[in-house]
């Protein structure tokens, strides 16, 4: 982030990453302008919130027809500011609508009010859960997928009858004021999508500008300092942290098609992906045919046309350290190796092989094109592996048989079986991750009821011959409830 300061607020710059040209700027929002914005977002929430889900969703529609009509705007600035290939910046728009439209319609059905079972001791009640919003999120978003994954919080947030005050990354907040530029076209008169632009410091007044809850997507280590910050006001927080995503393929997969989506899974999005694909165990009878064929492919994928630049420069570092540091470790370069990496791009996809498990390449997350692919006696073992990670975003599976019998030992939140990373397109499925991946969910009803607060009002019908919970019943009254208990929990 390039400071300038001009105005009242010191402005950033947002540049291109591969020519480093300046794109636009943007005020950094301090303490004071982060808190204004929040009570701006606040003052609209009321009415948001009497519109109702029926009146939010044609609104929330009406948003997801602007942004389709513009798309090839977004798609270009997205190929501009974040650096991704046209396809990828295609596919994220393409889930992206997909969420949104999903959250529109389904607000109703999975939160409205609805009636429960009372139970036979309390049956003279008149029982009923609904889903209230929160009133005011703040949303933390990445540079990563700067439309997909803030909108996994942005859509369902706003679908649930809250305003949102949105920080985008200090890398992409055009991107991020794209989007609240579209709501205000789409939704005029609501302001209740409200940017926050600037970097860690500005997402850190949010997490303390009287929030009703944080969304935040990022790294586990500012997770850690979110949660902290958020601590002394009991303020809940919603953490969509990395991964170190595993592909386990047992040896009756079909092995061309787990090198395909091993290939896909590590390099779309320039590996920038929290559920990317980092790490293969292969079953030891396939070890041999998949790692050729891996190199085969591999050396067919060329930075520039088939992903793009490493967004966030710093980066860079990373990616070269963990490659140095798994050959010195006796890991094997099978395609690629530290001189891949040029900035801003690593020129291919790096296939390090047999790399030791205590390695950074196996440990951390790299967030680049490189894929470790290890041997293991089967899948068993693979996924024995894949669980040693202080992670536990995504995974996926290979099997001809017994596929989602693996599927489910593994330690995380998702998984995919014979595919890679099918589960965030699929609207209805939560997203999120467990252990140093973060809690809480996004996508789907769980996603919906994330920024929600359950209600639970009892409503009594009639009396009932048994006085309980008031200071005029008798000991008659007790030795009935006593028998009643008795009976019904001896059943
Ligand atoms: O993340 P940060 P960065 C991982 C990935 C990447 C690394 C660092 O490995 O290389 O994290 O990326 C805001 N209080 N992921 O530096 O710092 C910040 O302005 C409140 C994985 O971008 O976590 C930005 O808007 N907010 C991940 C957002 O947090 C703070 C996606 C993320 O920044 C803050 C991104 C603070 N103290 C990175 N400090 C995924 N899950 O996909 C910074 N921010």
Same mark, same amino acid.
């Given at each position: 982030m390039t400071a300038i300061d001009a105005g009242a607020l010191p402005r950033f710059a947002t540049l291109?990453?591969?020519? @480093?040209? !300046?794109?636009d700027t943007f005020p950094v929002d301090d303490e004071r302008s982060v808190r204004e914005k929040v009570d701006r977002a606040r003052r609209a929430s009321a009415a948001w919130d009497r519109l109702g889900h029926a009146g939010r969703r044609q609104l929330l529609l009406a948003w997801r027809r602007v942004m389709a009509r513009r798309l090839p705007e977004i798609i270009a600035l997205m190929e501009r !500011?974040?650096?991704? #290939?046209k396809a990828d910046a295609l596919i994220e728009m393409t889930a992206a609508l997909t969420h949104l439209d999903w959250a529109a319609r389904h607000s109703g059905k999975v939160l409205r009010r609805r009636r429960v079972p009372s139970g036979l001791l309390m049956a003279n009640q008149y029982a009923t859960v609904e889903y209230r919003p929160f009133g005011v999120i703040g949303v933390i978003g990445p540079w990563n997928y700067p439309v997909h994954t803030p909108l996994g919080s942005l859509a369902y947030a706003l679908a649930a009858g809250n305003a949102v005050v949105f920080k985008p990354s200090e890398y992409t907040p055009a991107i991020g004021a794209w989007l609240a530029d579209t709501f205000a076209e789409a939704?005029? @008169?609501?302001?209740?999508?409200v940017l926050a632009t600037g970097d860690g410091g500005t997402g850190a007044a949010l997490c303390t500008a009287c929030v009703d809850k944080i969304a935040f997507t990022g790294s586990a280590r500012t997770g850690a300092r979110v949660l902290a910050a958020c601590a002394p006001s009991l303020t809940p927080v919603l953490l969509e942290l990395g991964g170190k995503d595993a592909l386990v393929v047992a040896a009756d997969a079909d092995v061309d098609a787990a090198v395909e989506s091993a290939l896909w899974g590590a390099c779309s999005n320039a590996g920038q %992906?929290?559920?990317?694909? !980092?790490r293969v165990y292969v079953a030891a009878p396939v070890y041999e045919r998949f790692l050729g064929r891996c190199a085969e492919r591999a050396r067919e994928l060329r930075a520039g046309t088939d992903f793009g630049p490493?967004?966030?420069?710093?980066?860079l570092d990373v990616i070269r350290r963990h490659i140095d540091d798994a050959l010195a470790r006796g890991? &094997?370069?099978?395609?690629?190796?530290?001189?891949? #990496? &040029?900035p801003p791009y690593v020129l291919g996809p790096v296939v390090l092989a047999d790399?030791?498990?205590?390695s950074a390449a196996v440990r !951390?997350?790299?967030?680049?094109?490189v894929l470790v692919v290890n041997r293991v006696a089967d899948a068993e073992e693979g996924v024995e592996r894949a669980n040693a990670s202080a992670y536990g975003l995504g995974g996926a599976v290979f099997a001809r048989r017994g596929g989602l019998r693996l599927a489910e030992r593994m330690r995380t939140g998702m998984v995919s079986v014979n595919d890679v990373? /099918?589960?965030?397109?699929?609207?209805s499925l939560p997203f999120g991750g467990r252990?140093? %991946?973060?809690f809480g969910r996004i996508h789907g009803p769980d996603g919906l009821r994330e920024f929600t607060v359950p209600k639970a009002v009892t409503r009594k019908l009639f009396d009932v011959p048994l006085t309980v /919970? /008031?200071?005029? &019943?008798?000991a008659k009254d007790m030795q009935r409830l006593q028998r009643l208990v008795t009976f019904i929990n001896s059943r």
């Open positions: 291109d990453p591969v020519t @480093g040209e !300046e794109i !500011e974040n650096g991704k #290939v939704v005029p @008169g609501h302001d209740v999508l %992906s929290c559920a990317g694909i !980092e490493v967004t966030m420069p710093g980066q890991g &094997r370069a099978v395609v690629g190796g530290p001189e891949s #990496v &040029r790399v030791p498990e205590d !951390e997350e790299t967030f680049g094109p990373l /099918s589960f965030p397109a699929v609207p252990g140093a %991946s973060g /919970s /008031s200071y005029a &019943r008798g």
